[in-house]
């Protein structure tokens, strides 16, 4: 009877440190100052913020750099899909590799253009739409 009210006052003496552990690092994590938070394309895009070009970051995925007079954020590339042109298509992948696709095959699979897809000239460009775009992170 005794190692089972042992076993039973270890467990719960384990589950209380695990939960205490928790809440103290939730309440660490709020309270440090610095950390880079993530912001949405459209609320930069709302405040004035200047698209620049197609660019690869640190990781070697595309994105844009994102900035106004005094900050700068790296939104990646949201699109896995691309039209070049009226025969060919690009599909990105998160390392940024471009992967060329017959774009009249892909189109008969599909059953027709996809307007929903994006020029690849408008990605490079920077003419983007919000649902190209993934999250967006300070530029160090």
Not at 21 to 39: S, T, Y
Not at 50 to 61: E, H, I
Not at 90 to 119: H, M
Request: proline share 4%; hydrophobic share 40%.
């Amino acid at each position: 009877m005794a190692s089972t009210h042992i076993n039973n006052t270890g467990a719960r003496a384990g589950w209380k440190g695990f939960v205490g552990l928790v809440v103290g690092a939730v309440i660490g994590f709020a309270l440090m100052p610095g950390i880079a938070q993530a912001e949405s394309f459209s609320k930069l895009e709302k405040q004035g913020y200047a698209v620049g070009k197609l660019t690869k970051g640190k990781a070697g995925g595309y994105g844009w750099v994102i900035s106004n007079s005094n900050k700068r954020f790296f939104c990646r590339l949201n699109a896995s899909l691309a039209y070049v042109s009226k025969k060919e298509m690009v599909g990105i992948t998160s390392s940024g590799r471009l992967i060329k696709v017959d774009r009249a095959t892909f189109e008969a699979r599909i059953g027709g253009p996809d307007p929903s897809i994006p020029q690849w000239s408008d990605l490079q460009s920077g003419r983007v739409k919000p649902d190209d775009v993934g999250s967006c992170t300070p530029v160090r």
